[in-house]
């Protein structure tokens, strides 16, 4: 997913991208759902059509030497190559940076692996799972006393498909400067250690651990999820002199006992704040909490679901979503851009059907013929 992310940041910022699959079979997250009535089909994978908007599509095997060699005639029209393979993989085609930059040595190729192309690592196989748990952010996340805990999305991904990204245009603009091209490598695991925050430096500097702190870490008190009627409420007791508005808020006399004045004495005494909070938490809604907190300036926030994210009126009046319409799955949104750049308004396209360029690449871009582009399906190159 981290190269998929990467060049559908680009393609959506305007670069031409030619997505490469696997004549028949296609890109392995065309398997993977969701997908409409949950009946499986390829040109229907949610997570394909949104990693793949506005892209070019082609087949071709690199594993067959007429396949190589077209997609050796392609670097000529390309500034760029990114792969998200094992190292061995591309070695293994003989399409390494070496292989790729004799052909032509202003070429900027971004590798994305799991733990980045040197290392004694390099050709381990890993999940999600694997790289949070050897990225250290496991480490650190869930509650204490109990076992760390996965995040709830491919956090890893999508942050090293960021990096591919800034990585990719850096070594663009040294090619610029230049004429020489970079091989830029991005490890997914070494994403996640980046974001560790304080925890490499508090070892370093104390020889201790981080540890899991959960929602009561560091001695808060009334801060994190609580249940409330209709679903769960962030709540966020802090700084202590906004604590005299929380109580004012629910409308409780024994929250303004001064055992709970501080952030100290509301961790010293977390249990009966919790049971004084709940009662008022479970007789009002996430939205109508949020609504009434943030008009007292309290920084409260409902935990939103997917649903909620999709009807937030906030995200719409901001035109965060663009509506698709692919020939096969209908019309979908997705998240428009990564920012909200002045006066452009973000415009997709529909991720390709299987194969659906060949004839504009290999014939209009490279100069085949239909005779040869029938020649070459015949062959199983395309």
């Known amino acids: 997913m981290a190269g998929p992310y990467a060049t559908r940041l680009m393609a959506t910022q305007g670069a031409d991208v030619i997505k490469i699959e696997l004549p028949g079979h296609g890109d392995p997250s065309r398997h993977l759902g969701p997908y409409p009535d949950d009946t499986p089909e390829p040109e229907k994978s949610g997570l394909f059509l949104a990693l793949n908007c506005s892209k070019k599509g082609v087949t071709l095997d690199l594993k067959k030497a007429a396949g190589k060699n077209i997609f050796l005639e392609m670097l000529g029209w390309a500034d760029v190559v990114i792969e998200n393979f094992q190292p061995r993989v591309m070695a293994g085609l003989g399409l390494d940076y070496d292989t790729l930059r004799d052909a032509k040595p202003e070429l900027v190729m971004t590798s994305i692996s799991n733990f980045g192309q040197t290392g004694p690592y390099r050709d381990y196989t890993a999940r999600e799972i694997n790289l949070y748990a050897l990225g ?25 498909g960021q990096n591919g990204f800034v990585g990719t245009m850096c070594a663009l603009w040294h090619r610029d400067g230049t004429g020489q091209g970079q091989h830029v490598d991005v490890a997914i695991s070494e994403y996640l250690s980046t974001i560790l925050e304080n925890a490499l430096s508090q070892y370093s500097y104390t020889g201790s651990n981080f540890r899991r702190t959960g929602n009561r870490g560091y001695g808060r008190a009334a801060w994190g999820p609580y249940p409330c009627k209709d679903g769960y409420v962030g709540v966020i007791a802090g700084p202590d002199h906004k604590w005299p508005e929380v109580a004012e808020l629910m409308q409780i006399g024994a929250l303004t006992d001064p055992k709970f004045d501080d952030r100290e004495g509301r961790g010293a005494n977390a249990d009966e704040l919790d049971a004084l909070m709940l ?36 995200l719409r009046e901001r035109e965060y979503f ?11 949104e ?3 851009g990564p920012y909200q750049p002045q006066g452009i308004k973000w415009q997709l396209d529909p991720a390709p059907t299987l194969g659906q360029h060949n004839h504009e690449v290999y014939g209009e871009l490279l100069g085949y013929t239909r005779e040869d582009l029938v020649r070459l399906r015949e062959m199983g190159v395309v």
């Open 322 to 332: 663009a509506k698709v319409f692919h020939p096969v799955a209908g019309e979908l």
């Open 136 to 160: 250290g952010l496991m480490y650190i996340t869930g509650d204490p006393g109990r076992e760390p805990l996965q995040m709830g999305v491919r956090l890893a991904q999508y942050g090293a």
């Open 334 to 336: 997705y998240p428009a």
């Open 279 to 314: 009662p008022w938490l479970m007789e009002h809604g996430k939205r109508e909490i949020f609504e009434m907190a943030q008009e007292m300036g309290l920084a409260f926030a409902y935990i939103a679901s997917p649903e909620d994210i999709l009807g937030w009126e906030h």
